[in-house]
């Protein structure tokens, strides 16, 4: 979806509506008297100014500004999307999926089953890494091990990603087989989503920190420049094997405040920017030399209670969380109609997404009585949220705290956590070092419901907050099975169980909202991912 304003099948934009509520929830901030010099002073700076900070992307290249640059620049040290997006200008996969999440070929040519628990890759020759050595299968091999091995160099964070794989070989004639332990009837969505080729002989001669601080891979952008959480810059690899890129160098700068992100469009110094908010589209569309895009994301946004502390330990708490809040309102008021509710953890058009489960509605009393059948009934809760993981996350959290601190005998706070800190505590693979209860966005563009549930809900998942013996029995069976339909069941099966169970507060499926100089050419994906070679220049 793309084009001015586009919103999806919930609402047109409620600009007043969405600022009365922010402002609300920001409580005192802005509440000083401004001094009238100070504000004709920045009134001039900024209209004198703006015209000269934009740099012309034919000669100079762009700059995006993201909630982040990422954490890392190891594309195999990781689980965040925002890593994901600035790293896939570099780091290049086996496969891929285009525009209309089609598979295609990327530093493989060809792919197949050969067996159960066999698949193979014919491997393109004639590619360069940047550093200027020849792509080898051997190099493929080793990268597929270094994500699913944790002997292999570094315990990935991503080893689930590739689920059921347990390791890679080279065969005598050139191709890459991956091995198995179940049929996997995912694989390839699986590796069109996560898997990244990296040089064996780069990273092998270099330690883990030198790997997440320089990069050689075999995309259309090379490293110039890094600073970390500050600046990333790229320029155009004139040896790509592929199409070479319109936009001749990119930028990619970090900044977790979406006002900030706004000003920096707004005055020339952003190009594009990424999770803008709301209140801001209004102010972006007035302007003639810049544009407002957005699309539903592959995303969802939840609260996640861990199942082995008081009070979340008991189903009924957990329900009770769910018919507390007013979800549409949420929706509609906060985040002026960009969201879909969810009921599980899935989304439309997910292989597996259940049609026949609603989100629970907004029911005060019948969360009050739940609560009583729990037995937690003086019970002070905190809920935890990321500053910049998606817009309106902190606004979301505390709207939904409210609603839970109506409750009779239970209090809600929030607590609001840096992003990187919160997301170290949540895939340090200990539950117990998670908060007990917090706010995060999920994703992942496989368009399975495989993989965005087992991670977060199975015992086992590298961000789990959540165990089930019933549900763990359900995902075995599903990744075991060969048959579509009969997977298709399972997790129909799995879906119901999980929204009955309620280990998350279930909230919204995320929006993508960009603010876009009207020179640059690009239509937003529904896989969350920016490919800098996909814009052209008007």
Same mark, same amino acid.
């Given at each position: ?11 047109? =934009?409620?600009?007043?509506? +969405? ?60 689980? #965040? ?24 070929a990327v530093l493989a040519t060809d792919y197949e089953r050969v067996d159960d628990e066999t698949v193979r890759f014919e491997i393109r020759e004639d590619v360069e890494f940047h550093?200027?050595?020849? =792509?080898?299968?051997?190099?493929? /091999? ?5 994500? &699913? ?5 570094? /315990? ?35 590796? +069109? ?52 890129? +319109? ?11 979406t006002s900030t992100r706004y000003s920096a469009l707004a005055a020339g110094e952003a190009d594009f920017i990424t999770d803008l908010h709301p209140d801001d589209a209004p102010s972006?569309?007035?302007?003639? #030399? ?28 957990r329900q009770a969380m769910n018919y507390a809040i007013d979800l549409e309102a949420i929706i509609e008021s906060v985040l002026s109609g960009f969201g879909e509710p969810t009921s ?24 009050? #009585? ?25 606004? &979301? /959290? ?58 977060? =809900? ?81």
């Amino acid at each position: 979806m793309s084009g001015k304003l586009t919103i999806g099948r919930r609402t047109v =934009l409620r600009y007043a509506g +969405a600022g009365a509520v922010s402002a609300i929830l920001a409580g005192c901030v802005g509440d000083e008297e401004p001094d009238p010099n100070e504000e004709e002073d920045e009134e001039a700076e900024d209209s004198d100014g703006a015209s000269d900070e934009a740099s012309d992307p034919d000669e100079e290249g762009i700059t995006v500004v993201q909630d982040a640059i990422g954490t890392t620049l190891d594309p195999h040290a990781h689980r #965040e999307a925002v890593t994901t997006r600035t790293l896939s200008q570099t780091y290049e996969g086996l496969i891929r999926r285009d525009r209309d999440a089609e598979i295609i070929a990327v530093l493989a040519t060809d792919y197949e089953r050969v067996d159960d628990e066999t698949v193979r890759f014919e491997i393109r020759e004639d590619v360069e890494f940047h550093d200027g050595s020849e =792509l080898t299968p051997e190099d493929v /091999a080793y990268s597929i091990r270094r994500m &699913v091995d944790p002997d292999v160099g570094i /315990a990935s964070p991503q080893a689930d990603q590739l689920s059921g794989v347990v390791g890679a070989e080279v065969t005598d004639d050139g191709a890459v087989d991956v091995l198995m332990d179940t049929v996997n009837p995912a694989v390839f969505s699986l590796f +069109a989503a996560y898997m990244t080729v990296v040089s064996e002989e780069w990273v092998e001669s270099r330690d883990p920190d030198e790997v997440a601080t320089d990069m050689n891979g075999t995309g259309p952008y090379r490293i110039e420049e890094y600073e970390e959480d500050v600046e990333l810059s790229l320029t155009r690899f004139e040896g790509y094997w592929d199409d070479e890129p +319109a936009i001749p160098a990119v930028t990619f700068q970090g900044q977790p405040e979406t006002s900030t992100r706004y000003s920096a469009l707004a005055a020339g110094e952003a190009d594009f920017i990424t999770d803008l908010h709301p209140d801001d589209a209004p102010s972006v569309e007035d302007d003639p #030399e810049r544009r407002v895009d957005s699309s539903p994301a592959t995303r969802i946004v939840y609260v996640a209670m861990r199942y082995d502390v008081e009070p979340f330990d008991s189903v009924e708490f957990r329900q009770a969380m769910n018919y507390a809040i007013d979800l549409e309102a949420i929706i509609e008021s906060v985040l002026s109609g960009f969201g879909e509710p969810t009921s599980q953890p899935s989304m439309e058009g997910f292989f597996g997404f259940n049609p026949d489960l609603d989100p629970y509605p907004y029911d005060p009393d019948r969360a009050a #009585e739940l609560v009583s059948e729990s037995g937690y009934t003086d019970v002070d809760i905190e809920l935890h949220t990321p500053i910049g993981d998606v817009f309106g996350d902190v606004e &979301v /959290a505390q709207a939904a705290a409210g609603y839970i601190d109506e409750l009779e005998g239970v209090s809600c706070e929030v607590q609001q956590r840096e992003f990187g800190s919160l997301v170290d505590e949540l895939l340090d693979g200990d539950i117990e070092t998670s908060p007990e209860m917090y706010l995060i966005s999920w994703g992942n563009a496989t368009f399975e419901t495989s993989a965005i549930a087992m991670p977060p =809900l199975s015992s086992t998942g590298a961000i789990t907050s959540f165990s089930d013996e019933g549900v763990d029995d359900l995902f075995a069976q599903a990744e075991a099975e060969p048959d579509l339909d009969e997977r298709e069941e399972l997790y129909f099966e799995i879906n119901e169980r999980l929204h009955e169970l309620a280990p998350w507060v279930f909230l919204h499926q995320h929006y993508n909202i960009y603010g876009i100089d009207e020179r640059i050419e690009w239509e937003p994906r529904i896989d969350e991912q920016i490919y800098v070679r996909e814009m052209g220049l008007r």
